[in-house]
């Protein structure tokens, strides 16, 4: 399959632990990357690989995968976290093509 | 600190060809391992892969596009192009490039580091 399912939309109390979930058969193959999407601006990397964060990326960021499941763990939520997360890992084809997840609008409240 | 740079025409007619370019500042479009990128989001929606050029030339396209995308590179001028054909009013999106370093990061690693800002192209007569 080269589908990555997210939940269309998550929310969480200012200052609780948010998981957002990102499901598809590429994930038992390759490690999801996620992404930040705030209104008006281009994607940011937050996560990449087992669970490594770029420079710059807060360390309540973390990312898991179990199986054909990835998760982006927020800890601690910020209302600057307010966003569209996306996950992307290349499709299980083996033809090293890309795709992304519909991606989970996240609230915090 | 390498940064890219979408440019290209704003508005293009229907049925005519949509051609962007994606200038990298900061590093070199030949350097081994990296996967030129480009990615669109239409309008209140996701994102969406259109398709990769990596150092070595060899491309690869979202199969949904595939017949009217062309993406190549230009190492004297250090940027990349996107060509895609035949467009129509649902080819109106903001257009992003990016970098991928899967070709040099840890096995099953793959992820767009830096990206540009982003331009929209509307599809329009």
Request: aromatic share 12%; charged share 15%; glycine share 12%.
């Amino acid at each position: 399959s080269s589908e990555l399912t997210q939940d269309p939309a998550v929310s969480v109390a200012l200052g609780q632990t948010v998981r957002i979930t990102c499901q598809g058969d590429s994930l038992r193959t390759y490690y999801a990357s996620w992404y930040q999407q705030k209104p008006g601006q281009a994607p940011v990397l937050v996560i990449y690989g087992k669970n490594n964060r770029p420079s710059g990326i807060p360390d309540r960021f973390s990312g898991s995968t179990s199986g054909n499941t990835a998760s982006l763990t927020i800890a601690g939520a910020q209302a600057e976290d307010e966003a569209d997360y996306y996950c992307n890992s290349r499709d299980s084809s083996g033809n090293h093509l890309s795709v992304f997840g519909g991606g989970t609008k996240l609230t915090v409240l | 600190q390498v940064q890219l740079q979408e440019s290209g025409p704003g508005l293009v007619k229907p049925s005519q060809t949509l051609s962007l370019t994606c200038t990298v500042s900061g590093g070199s479009i030949s350097s081994v391992g990296y996967y030129w990128t480009w990615i669109r989001q239409h309008p209140g929606k996701g994102l969406e892969w259109i398709g990769y050029i990596y150092y070595s030339g060899s491309t690869f396209y979202n199969p949904s596009l595939k017949s009217r995308v062309t993406i190549s590179v230009d190492t004297s001028k250090n940027h990349f192009s996107l060509k895609l054909s035949s467009v129509t009013a649902a080819d109106t999106a903001v257009y992003y490039c990016a970098r991928d370093p899967g070709g040099i990061a840890a096995a099953g690693e793959y992820y767009f580091d830096y990206w540009g800002p982003g331009t929209l192209v509307t599809v329009s007569s």
